[in-house]
Structure formats: C-alpha cells, structure tokens
C-alpha cells in the first residue's frame, strides 16, 4: 500500500537509453498526476505527514492519502533531520523525483479502504460487453502466432491442470510485474538462448537480458 515513484534519475535514464523522450520524468509527471486522486486521511493532522500539492494529482481514480496514525518515533526522527541535516535530509515529498532521505509515508489508500489498480480502473467497467476477467488461472506461455508476432496466450489453473489457448485479435499486453513478466517470457522461450537449452525451453527469440540485471530500491518504513 505504500505509494512511491521511481527517481527522476531513472526515467530520464531509460528515455536517453531508448531515444523516447517519453519516458522522462518530465514527461512522466502528467500521466503520475492524472492516476491520483489525492484525499485527506480522517484523522490527519500536520503531526502526521505534509506533502507537495504541486507535484500531485486531486481528479484520478487511484486514491492517495498520507497516514493518519502518529507514529511515537515521529517527532524524534523529525528532530533528528533538523540537528542532522547533512546525516539525514528531509525531502517534502517522497514522490516529486529525488527519493533520497527522510519523508513522510504516502499510501494508496482513501477513505480508510485500500486502493488498487483493480478498484480504480476495473471496478468502475465490470459491466462493459468487451471486457472479461478470468480469475484462478495463470499465464504458462505466450506463443509465437507468425515469425516475430506473439498474440497467443496459454494458460491454465495449475501447474498439471489442463492448458487453454487464446489469440488476440490485435496485441498482447505483458503485464505481470517484475518477476512474474520474465518468468512467462523464458517459460515462452524468449531470453538467453544457451541458458534456455540447458533448462529443457525451446528457444524462440533471443533477447539475453531478460531475467536479469533485476534492481529494487532500499526503504526503511
């Protein structure tokens, strides 16, 4: 539930790296602010957290809020970005780019109940005659339709349960986070082609970076 971005650092590096100014912070921000809608947590009060207003979005689906419980080493750790500042930098907002330092919790949460990606954007199109949701079962494979084109998605309940196949009319949409997404990609046979040989996969398309070079970011809540 907590509420981060990624550095600015980051996007500008992976819009230098793929020629798409797209990707940069700055051209990120705009899609950052149209997903949140920011909220008041009951209760909250300034002993309890501040943020940028700026930097965040007040119309979007996704509900954003700081915390509404004072924790007892709040003021302490406050103090402590005061006496030490070159030690311990506060930053106003944990989300406006520059990560580093100490900063107030945001979390995706409004009016006390949690917030995700399913209650902000499917929730509200349930009944949409175009849209279907398959729950319990989970992506084995993605198939290769034609030379360099995959739209076919294999599936199944469980690991030994009977395998199901669909093709999409148009494109696929590979989103299953950072693990999830390579894990489907080499069980498809896409990645190092020598690593998949050694494993038993059939080799369909080289691309050796996938599954690795995996990075995450040091937190302390």
Not at 46 to 69: A, Q, T, W
Not at 144 to 152: I, L, N, P, V, Y
Request: glycine fraction near 10%; charge should be neutral; aromatic fraction near 10%.
């Amino acid at each position: 539930m907590i509420w981060i971005r990624g550095s600015s650092d980051d996007y500008d590096r992976w819009a230098e790296v793929t020629d798409d100014q797209g990707w940069s912070w700055k051209n990120m921000v705009p899609y950052f602010k149209k997903i949140e809608r920011w909220t008041t947590a009951p209760g909250h009060g300034p002993e309890k957290g501040d943020f940028n207003p700026r930097i965040h979005g007040f119309e979007g689906p996704l509900g954003i809020s700081l915390g509404n419980v004072a924790q007892p080493t709040n003021s302490l750790i406050i103090q402590t970005t005061k006496d030490l500042p070159d030690e311990f930098n506060f930053i106003e907002d944990q989300n406006a780019g520059r990560p580093i330092g100490i900063a107030w919790t945001q979390f995706s949460i409004a009016n006390g109940s949690r917030c995700s990606a399913a209650t902000a954007y499917l929730d509200p199109v349930f009944g949409r005659p175009n849209l279907s949701v398959l729950v319990n079962n989970y992506v084995t494979r993605i198939l290769e339709t034609a030379k360099g084109s995959f739209r076919t998605v294999e599936f199944g309940q469980n690991q030994t349960s009977r395998r199901h196949r669909l093709t999409a009319q148009k494109e696929l949409i590979l989103s299953a986070g950072a693990v999830g997404s390579p894990q489907i990609l080499l069980n498809s046979g896409i990645g190092d082609l020598a690593e998949l040989r050694k494993v038993g996969v059939k080799p369909v398309f080289s691309l050796p970076d996938v599954g690795k070079n995996f990075r995450t970011q040091p937190m302390v809540p």
